[in-house]
């Protein structure tokens, strides 16, 4: 505890006495990956995991942690320094995500997302629409494809005529099943945001961060 200007009785005055500081920075999951993949550039190495640790399907993050030697990361390439330990530590992390909050996949989706500063996209703005299924353009711009879908008999001045029929092929986007799926997928992936968050507030040793509960909108098609 650091002591500054004791007032003319020799008593301590209240406003000199200061707080200890960690100096760690408070950081919110999302934004440690995000600095760990975008500034750090750590990579994940799934090999290293396999030949150190094993392959241990189901067993938790902690366990991993606490089983491999150096898990996660490892620089690509040369002329790079390697990087923050805990950008390592966020990296090797991510390459033991059990798979019930979905494994090697998510965590490479997390990965790249976090490189790119996106999120999974969950379709807040989506309309179900029915639209042509392919476009042709000509000299007067751009039209909806069609196609012969049979004949017609008709009746012009006094002479029946035999005409081609066409219509136009359609598809639906943005069907309830996809917005269904995309939402979904936005959840696993913050479900995975949740693990990740409490591994690295209770499990794991960071020298210039503290990970603060803040995440992002569990849901932010209700809030649009």
Not at 20 to 27: S, W
Not at 145 to 164: D, I, K, N
Request: glycine share 10%; charged share 25%.
């Amino acid at each position: 505890m650091g002591v500054e200007g004791l007032n003319v009785s020799g008593k301590i005055s209240p406003v000199a006495i200061r707080a200890p500081r960690t100096g760690r920075r408070e950081i919110g999951v999302l934004e440690l990956i995000e600095w760990a993949f975008q500034r750090e550039h750590a990579s994940l190495d799934f090999d290293e995991i396999s030949r150190e640790a094993g392959a241990r399907p189901g067993v938790d993050t902690v366990w991993h942690l606490m089983e491999g030697k150096r898990l996660g990361c490892r620089v690509d390439g040369g002329g790079r320094s390697d990087p923050h330990h805990d950008a390592d530590i966020v990296a090797s992390a991510l390459a033991v995500l059990p798979e019930v909050y979905g494994g090697r996949r998510m965590a490479l989706q997390i990965a790249e997302l976090a490189r790119a500063g996106q999120r999974p996209n969950c379709m807040i703005d989506a309309k179900h629409k029915c639209v042509p299924r392919e476009w042709k353009q000509n000299q007067h711009g751009w039209h909806s494809a069609t196609e012969p879908c049979g004949f017609v008999e008709v009746l012009r001045r006094g002479r029946t005529q035999r005409m081609e029929m066409r219509c136009c092929p359609v598809t639906y986007v943005d069907t309830a099943r996809d917005v269904g799926a995309a939402r979904r997928g936005y959840l696993a992936w913050f479900g995975a945001l949740l693990e990740l968050r409490n591994v690295f507030q209770t499990h794991c040793h960071m020298t210039s961060h503290v990970v603060t509960n803040r995440m992002p909108p569990r849901a932010p098609w209700k809030s649009s």
